[in-house]
């Protein structure tokens, strides 16, 4: 079992940055896939990025070149640093993990069918 607690949210101004934290706790290998995702009131959960064991990352278009996915395994922590913010990506963002291979976190990684789910986080931007 894996336990995930995120942190970081908060609101900020369009064109601010910030920078969301999952800690990760329980049976953390390293062989894990690990996710961002993000949910806006009425619309479904949405994948925002993902990352591999081997350090691969996948982003949703809308966030590409603004968001950043990745990892201090030091520190069991998955980070999102989020410049360039937008109205449209406020949401509570959540963070997952799975015990999944390199490969197979590439191809479904962005979808949600992980099996640990963080509380979420609350991102607004005005």
């Known amino acids: 079992h894996v336990q995930l607690v995120e942190s970081g949210g908060g609101s900020v101004q369009a064109g601010g940055s910030l920078r969301l934290s999952c800690s990760a706790s329980?049976?953390?290998?390293?062989?894990?896939?690990m996710g961002w995702f993000r949910q806006a009131p009425g619309k479904e959960r949405e994948g925002v990025a993902a990352?591999?064991?081997?350090?691969?990352?996948r982003y949703a278009d809308s966030v590409k070149g603004r968001f950043t996915i990745y990892e201090d395994r030091d520190k069991n922590t998955l980070y999102l640093q989020m410049n360039s913010l937008k109205p449209e990506d406020t949401a509570m963002y959540y963070c997952?993990?799975?015990?999944?291979?390199?490969?197979?976190?590439?191809?479904?990684?962005?979808?949600?069918?992980?099996?640990?789910w963080g509380q979420g986080t609350q991102v607004t931007v005005s």
């Open positions: 329980g049976n953390t290998v390293s062989r894990r896939c």
């Open positions: 990352i591999g064991s081997d350090a691969r990352a």
């Open positions: 997952a993990a799975d015990l999944w291979g390199p490969d197979w976190c590439h191809q479904y990684g962005m979808g949600t069918g992980y099996r640990y």
